[in-house]
């Protein structure tokens, strides 16, 4: 398994996204605006992230 993380921050607001663009943005661990949390590099993770890529910043 590899130790690799991918750190995401939520720079843009869920109001007025789709529903399950917003369960997307929990499922990733995002509470609030400028939350960031720490992610394991995983393909699953990476879709999940592309998916609403227009709301958050990544850093590897």
């Not at 607001?13 to 400028?34: F, W």
């Not at 720490?38 to 993770?45: G, R």
Request: hydrophobic residues 35%.
């Amino acid at each position: 398994m590899s130790d690799k993380k991918i750190k995401v921050t939520l720079v843009k607001s869920v109001i007025g996204t789709r529903k399950d663009h917003r369960a997307t943005v929990r499922g990733l661990g995002l509470r609030r605006l400028h939350h960031s949390v720490e992610l394991q590099d995983t393909p699953e993770i990476r879709g999940m992230i592309t998916k609403v890529a227009y709301l958050l910043k990544c850093e590897a």
